[in-house]
């Protein structure tokens, strides 16, 4: 079940995340490919990133301020990964290509699992957007968090009316 969550965050945690984020200090690191190891037709694409948690171990030390409120509002049982994609214009509306986050974890095939869920939260509203196969786009929008299940093929859309584009994309189990 595809769920969109308005206003996720309070205010105030809303807009702390996003000043850390958004600050000259935090670090994103080069990807060659908005997607791991998967080609589009862009011969730009690229990604900022920065990697919070993976394989089930956590990465950064920015990983409590800006992971843990999420962890409190949502049924998780066990976090997966967490990831900051930072996208910056490119004056098309390029698409990523499609993909499911995560396939497996140290502990066996998590798509057997029915409880394998993904978030993406935007921090910030933009003509940026995430299309789930067979399903509409969903517009990035500010304090907004989609979930859905791991399982299905995704991909993101870049803006090309704002010079950034933030987003949060996590991966957990279900309680």
């Not at 140290?106 to 921090?123: D, I």
């Amino acid at each position: 079940m595809i769920q969109i969550k308005k206003n996720f965050l309070s205010s105030k945690e809303h807009k702390d995340s996003l000043q850390i984020i958004s600050g000259n200090m935090f670090p994103y690191y080069s990807m060659p490919y908005q997607t791991k190891d998967i080609k589009t037709k862009n011969k730009q694409e690229h990604l900022l990133q920065h990697i919070l948690m993976k394989d089930e171990q956590i990465n950064s030390d920015w990983f409590e301020k800006i992971v843990i409120p999420f962890t409190l509002k949502l049924p998780i049982e066990k976090m997966i990964y967490a990831r900051l994609n930072l996208i910056v214009n490119q004056n098309k509306p390029y698409a990523s290509a499609w993909h499911t986050d995560f396939k497996t974890t140290s502990s066996g095939n998590v798509f057997l699992e029915k409880k394998a869920t993904t978030a993406v939260y935007y921090f910030n509203t933009c003509n940026g957007a995430t299309e789930i196969k067979g399903h509409k786009k969903i517009k990035s929008v500010k304090n907004q968090l989609l979930i859905f299940p791991s399982k299905l093929l995704h991909r993101g859309i870049q803006q090309t009316d704002t010079v950034f584009r933030w987003v949060l994309n996590f991966g957990y189990m279900s309680k």
